[in-house]
């Protein structure tokens, strides 16, 4: 049997549409210098980013103790704001969306970064009209999206999903709104840390117009 067409493609936005990943490491690497901390290589940095981000900052050495994370969240925001001016919409990302649009494909961004920052950023690269919604959290505390992902299955009970992320948080937030979901190995994440999850992985964003269940 032929698989249903997908009616919605949600693109998850930090490491999928947006290449931050540099920002976002040096951004933490210069809170960890500036505590005496071991400051994190890409590789590093890809083997050990998670959500929810607090247990990240632990593992990566912050003491809560000293600093709540509620502490620590803010001054990564402020640091990752000036790091991102040079950030920008990876590489065929552009293209894919036009071509899944002329498909018929319904697109939105979810994302766990707060709404007013991912509104912001998705009007500062250009992206409002490339999208036909996005969906932030309320909160910079970056636990997750998983809440809000069974909101919006909650607001479109009958939609075909494809959800596309570049985390096993997204593998797992897809399996918990009954979509299915491809992994981006460019982004936060190693692509072994990926393989674990069992979902297919791409390399180019080319390969989503190939994938069984878009309307050719």
């Not at 018929?104 to 979810?110: D, F, H, N, S, T």
């Not at 709104?177 to 069992?198: E, K, N």
């Amino acid at each position: 049997m032929e698989k249903q067409l997908y009616t919605h493609l949600l693109w998850d936005f930090n490491g999928t549409v947006y290449d931050d990943l540099e920002a976002c490491r040096r951004s933490v690497n210069r809170m960890l210098a500036e505590r005496g901390l071991p400051v994190l290589s890409v590789e590093d940095y890809r083997e050990v980013f998670d959500f929810p981000v607090k247990d990240y900052y632990a593992r990566v050495g912050f003491d809560f103790d000293r600093e709540p994370f509620e502490v620590l969240a803010p001054i990564w925001v402020a640091l990752y704001g000036e790091a991102s001016r040079e950030s920008r919409v990876f590489e065929g990302v552009r293209e894919a969306m036009a071509r899944l649009r002329e498909r018929g494909i319904r697109q939105e961004i979810l994302s766990a970064t707060e709404a007013t920052m991912l509104r912001r950023q998705v009007s500062e690269l250009g992206l409002d009209e490339a999208v036909d919604a996005v969906w932030g959290t309320g909160t910079i505390h970056a636990a997750g999206k998983e809440s809000l992902a069974l909101a919006w299955r909650e607001a479109h009970p009958r939609a075909r999903v494809l959800f596309v992320g570049d985390t096993t948080h997204d593998a797992a937030v897809a399996a918990a709104m009954g979509a299915d979901c491809v992994l981006f190995d460019g982004g936060h994440m190693s692509r072994t840390r990926l393989q674990a999850c069992g979902c297919p992985i791409i390399h180019a964003f080319s390969e989503l117009l190939d994938l069984p269940g878009i309307r050719r």
